[in-house]
């Protein structure tokens, strides 16, 4: 049983938690841009929270359910609709089959993430069913979703229940929220650079930005050296700065190693609020210790263990 | 060595070229590679990064084992793989073969040999999956990136930048000058044990063939020992 593709939407693709255990070999981790909403959506539909999910950027597809189902939508609000009425975020969705499931342009945010109870019939590719990214690959995950793709689902693993409840919207305020100061460590290179002309400014985030990295456009930071760097480790939330002092910041489907220097890495707790920015909005940056990084970073963690049991409830 | 936590869960051990070899560097990796507590261990030309799960292990017993790992001189060198590759190096497939012989003054011939010489040592993987970052390129053929990266450079393209020699195991967009091209595939991403054909810590030699010998190349043509 499947969902059919009847159109793609801008970019959509497949993620789970992402491929650990191969940046050794040149491959991106992936995964969720926003991993805090593709979590809750998991939990709203009794799914483990790194179920396969689709995500959708800024324009989004519209499909067909060819089995009985139970949906739940969150991060950016894509005006979503069921056989053309509008249906809410952040909540359990029953889906009959044929249903027709389509989520327009973004209003809010960048990044939305549909879960499907019992997740995606699909086969790992190294121990991940995140899409592929600079490797050729047959099949759904080698690229993004397009039209006339079918994606297998597995059986409902649940009897549906009433579905009155979601969670809070108060939850997704980082989507909305006009002020983006985002919280980050010094990186490795940060000595290379005047932070000063880094942190006290806003920057705004280039319409050439994507899952492999955000570009940013301001005032040039200023380089203190014309020292090169050899090539290293970087990650998700890496804050490059190549020589024309214009920083990107690597996302999801970033290179596992690069050659520029790093002024900063985004703390993992303000990666989705980095995610959902939308092209043209403004971000600023403010340094933090590397323990209010683990405890916010831990906070997150509890607040989705705490949602994930109190959902199961509601499956019983 | 200089010790980094660069996120909440990576930390990264920065050496000089007095402190370590690349060969020790790769040895390093392999023993760490052997702590079950570790999730990934990432080189670089300089550097050594860990990630690891906080609730585990604290990153000072990993510059601990490292300390000691190099201060006790305990790094007998795996030996990988030798790989023998082979490139054509004809103009077809070099398409920036006659800039590089303009920039350094010197013929075709000069170049494949200056390049078919060393027997390199692959440092790390990066950029891409599979792409190899070599060392060992003869410093004659040492050759600036392009101002103008090409939107398209294709699958098995062997290319020059600054001191590095790679491979682009797949088409993606680059900036290396590229010299010649391989018909070996670098990918083998069915097998989740080892879904590069070349690792950290390999060597590796190209050896020209012909354009006729690449457009009739077998996989099995190619031999590793």
């Known amino acids: ?316 | 060595m200089k010790t980094k936590l660069i996120s909440e869960n990576a930390v990264m051990f920065t050496f000089s070229d007095q402190d370590i070899t690349i060969e020790q560097l790769i040895a390093v990796r392999q023993k760490l590679c052997q702590q079950p507590d570790l999730l990934e261990v990432i080189n670089g030309y300089q550097t050594i990064t860990v990630y690891f799960d906080r609730q585990n292990i604290h990153y000072d017993h990993i510059q601990t084992w490292i300390e000691e790992m190099i201060l006790n001189d305990k790094l007998p060198m795996a030996i990988g793989k030798l790989h023998h590759i082979p490139v054509c190096y004809e103009p077809d497939y070099a398409i920036d073969l006659q800039d590089l012989m303009t920039y350094h003054h010197l013929t075709a011939k000069e170049i494949i040999d200056l390049h078919t010489a060393p027997t390199y040592q692959i440092a790390f993987l990066g950029f891409s999956p599979g792409f190899p970052f070599l060392t060992g390129l003869d410093p004659k053929l040492y050759t600036p990136r392009k101002e103008r990266p090409r939107t398209t450079v294709p699958k098995g393209a062997v290319g020059i930048a600054g001191h590095q020699t790679g491979i682009y195991p797949a088409s993606s967009p680059g900036g290396w000058q590229i010299i010649g091209q391989t018909p070996i595939d670098l990918l083998t991403i069915d097998n989740p044990e080892q879904p590069t054909l070349l690792l950290p810590g390999d060597q590796l030699v190209f050896y020209p063939i012909s354009k006729e010998e690449f457009q009739n190349f077998n996989q099995k043509g190619a031999f590793s020992s």
């Not at chain 1, 975020?89 to 044929?98: E, Q, V």
């Not at chain 1, 970087?234 to 020589?243: E, L």
């Open chain 1, 1 to 316: 049983m499947t969902i059919k593709v009847l159109e793609a939407g801008l970019h959509s693709t497949i993620q789970d938690a992402g491929r650990h255990g191969y940046q050794t070999y040149g491959f991106a981790v992936s995964g969720p841009m926003d991993e805090f909403a593709a979590q809750i959506a998991n939990i709203l539909v009794h799914n483990e929270p790194d179920e396969a999910v689709i995500e959708v950027s800024f324009i989004g597809p519209t499909l067909q359910f060819h089995q009985d189902s139970i949906v739940a939508i969150t991060g950016s609000d894509m005006s979503a609709n069921l056989n053309d009425q509008a249906i809410s975020l952040a909540r359990p969705i029953s889906i009959k089959k044929g249903d027709i499931l389509q989520l327009r342009t973004a209003k809010t945010g960048a990044y939305g993430y549909i879960a499907i109870q019992g997740g995606l019939k699909l086969s790992d590719v190294l121990g991940s069913k995140s899409t592929l990214v600079r490797v050729t690959h047959n099949g759904l995950l080698g690229r993004p979703l397009k039209v006339g793709d079918s994606i297998p689902l597995q059986r409902l693993s649940v009897t549906v229940p009433s579905l009155d409840w979601g969670v809070a919207a108060s939850l997704f305020t980082y989507i909305t929220d006009s002020n983006r100061m985002i919280r980050y460590l010094e990186g490795p290179q940060a000595e290379w650079f005047d932070v000063e002309t880094f942190e006290d400014k806003e920057w705004q985030l280039s319409t050439h930005s994507n899952r492999m990295g955000f570009r940013l456009e301001g005032e040039p930071v200023r380089l203190l050296t014309k020292e090169q760097l050899a090539s290293e480790a970087t990650s998700f939330g890496a804050i490059q700065v190549p020589a024309n002092g214009l920083p990107i910041i690597l996302m999801a489907d970033g290179q596992p190693t690069g050659g520029y220097p790093k002024i900063g890495q985004v703390i993992r707790a303000d990666l989705a609020k980095v995610s959902q920015t939308r092209p043209g909005s403004v971000i600023r940056f403010q340094r933090v210790s590397y323990k209010h990084a683990i405890d916010q970073l831990d906070q997150q963690k509890q607040l989705i263990a705490a949602l994930q049991y109190i959902m199961k409830e509601k499956w019983l």
